[in-house]
């Protein structure tokens, strides 16, 4: 499968599954009353990053790094779209980015990998 499909894959799987783990988290941990906007911006989040994890940080991090820092770094971003566009506090905005980026590592990979 081309690098490109298994890129939109992904991309699709990451925004169902970070999508719906930010919104919960929001609604359910934090109890924000409006989370109209926080849809929008976990969608956001995640397109504005994946790419950057997947064809822009490669060429720049060592190889045996790659993923902790490539995921570390996402993880600062979307916490910092989170906090930049939300009524999330900075402490929400990580915990949020951080349990989103872990289940949609994990779980992701696991559906990615089983097409």
Not at 17 to 45: C, G, H, P, Q
Not at 46 to 53: D, G, K, R
């Amino acid at each position: 499968m081309l690098l490109e499909i298994k890129f939109l894959i992904a991309l699709l799987v990451t925004l169902i599954i970070e999508t719906v783990v930010v919104v919960l988290l929001a609604k359910f941990l934090f109890r924000l009353k409006d989370i109209s906007n926080t849809i929008l911006i976990a969608i956001m989040a995640s397109v504005l990053t994946l790419p950057y994890l997947w064809f822009v940080l490669p060429p720049f991090l060592p190889a045996e790094n790659y993923l902790l820092f490539g995921e570390i770094l996402v993880i600062i971003a979307e916490a910092l779209i989170y906090l930049s566009f939300t009524k999330l506090s900075w402490k929400q905005s990580l915990i949020a980015s951080l349990a989103a980026n872990i289940i949609s590592f994990y779980l992701g990979g696991f559906i990615v990998s089983h097409l």
